[in-house]
């Protein structure tokens, strides 16, 4: 019998899948874990049990399927939970974030993903994302007035990679700004351990500002700008999947761990293309060996995910903003370019994404709510003008 073994190529595909996907988002979940007042030692275990709970995702459906399947946390969710978890309590964000994975497996025990997607205009669910994460293009600059060396430092490093390798621009600029931290003094080095930590369990608490204004809105995001990229990027790279299987599969897991500060598992993108690129396998029908490597160290990063908590923790904070804003900055162009493409929606977009973005909260409930609600009515008058 021929003995396995994994091309060196395959295995850095999967590696590489994971660092970017850490390094481009880590520091947004330690945001929004700290927006609703969890503890380092809280978010070290949320960080491990997202690291174990996206191995399993990953490893569970590469295996079942022989296919290049890559799970992820969804950062535009982490991005929208970074602003609006202020003043809410860590009993109902978890609350918030088992509303949100019941809501995604509905969605795919009743096939009504594609049909829901339909329900509000893509250009609306663009505008509020962008509203979202203006906030964090806004703070990563603003924030070299008084870190000019650091962040000017991490800037310049993101502008030269995305040049010459923009793939791992958010690595490189990652790794420049640990440097710069170190040289500088900046990083409190007595408040790293690389000791293991457990997950707390936090029992769910549901209020129905918190659902409505957070959970609610945070569903969409997840599901307009990771899932369906994401379902997407697999298709384009000819792997076709049942979708209602995926969303079961990741939602039910999410939904599981949520108590133990799974956010999300959601449907890779960016990083899964990483794995279901000819550079992973020359061989379509083996790439699903470098998902099955990204599980394996998906796995690994859940184990030390008590380091990378810390890690974030002993770093400046001008560190994770500047990191986290770069790291979103082709999210939000993005997010600008679709919102506005459609000329006869573009008034209804712009004032969805000002609502958003200017933090307007009524009744508890968030401004990505009523950004959506004000798009919606906006939408539904200027049709009815045009007819």
């Known amino acids: 019998m021929r003995a396995f073994s994994l091309p060196l190529p395959t295995l850095l595909a999967g590696f590489v899948g994971v660092l970017v996907g850490y390094a481009s988002s880590a520091a947004i979940i330690w945001q929004a874990a700290h927006a609703a007042g969890a503890s380092p030692e809280v ?18 459906l590469t295996l079942w399927f022989r296919a290049p399947v890559l799970t992820a946390w969804s950062t ?5 939970l970074a602003t609006s978890l202020e003043g809410v309590s860590l009993n109902e ?87 710069l931290a170190a040289v500088s003094g900046n990083i409190a080095t007595d408040a790293v351990s690389i000791a293991p930590v457990l997950p707390t369990f936090i029992a769910p608490h549901f209020t129905f500002s918190t659902l409505l204004g957070v959970g609610l809105p945070f569903f969409l995001v997840t599901m307009a700008s990771q899932n369906a990229p994401g379902i997407a990027t697999m298709q384009a790279a000819g792997y076709r999947l049942p979708v209602s299987t995926l ?4 939602g039910g897991i999410a939904l ?10 959601c449907i890779a ?25 990204a599980g394996g160290f998906y796995l690994l ?51 969805t994404f000002l609502v958003t973005a200017s933090g307007f909260a009524l009744w508890g409930i968030s401004s990505a709510f009523w950004g959506l609600v004000a798009g919606g009515v906006s939408v539904w008058l200027l049709r009815r003008r045009a007819v």
């Not at 599981?256 to 598992?265: D, Q």
């Not at 960016?270 to 099955?292: E, G, V, Y």
């Not at 770093?315 to 997010?335: C, D, K, Q, R, Y």
Request: proline letters at 4%; glycine letters at 10%; one cysteine or more.
């Open 93 to 179: 964000a978890i609350g918030v974030f088992m509303f949100a994975s019941a809501l995604i497996v509905l969605c795919g025990v009743t096939g009504l993903f594609a049909r829901l997607m339909k329900v509000i205009p893509h250009s609306l669910a663009a505008a509020m994302l962008a509203g979202i994460l203006l906030r964090f293009g806004l703070q990563a600059f603003s924030t070299m007035q008084d870190h000019l060396l650091l962040c000017g430092g991490m800037f310049i490093a993101w502008l030269l990679a995305k040049a010459v390798a923009p793939r791992y621009a958010i690595v490189v600029t990652l790794l420049v700004g640990l440097l």
């Open 247 to 250: 969303m079961v599969v990741t």
């Open 43 to 60: 978010i070290a275990g949320w960080m491990t049990m997202l690291g174990i709970g996206m191995g399993v995702s990953t490893l569970v």
């Open 301 to 351: 990063a859940g184990v030390a995910g008590g380091s990378i908590a810390t890690l974030l923790t002993a770093l400046p904070e001008a560190w994770v903003v500047m990191l986290a804003g770069l790291a979103l900055l082709g999210t939000i162009s993005g997010s600008l370019w679709q919102a506005l493409v459609n000329e006869s929606e573009r008034d209804a977009t712009v004032v």
């Open 256 to 265: 599981l761990l949520a108590p133990f500060g799974v956010f999300s598992i």
């Open 269 to 293: 993108a960016i990083t899964a293309a990483i794995c279901q690129s000819p550079d992973a396998h020359p061989d379509a029908d083996k790439r699903w060996l470098a998902a099955a490597a």
């Open 76 to 80: 535009p969710g982490a991005a929208l």
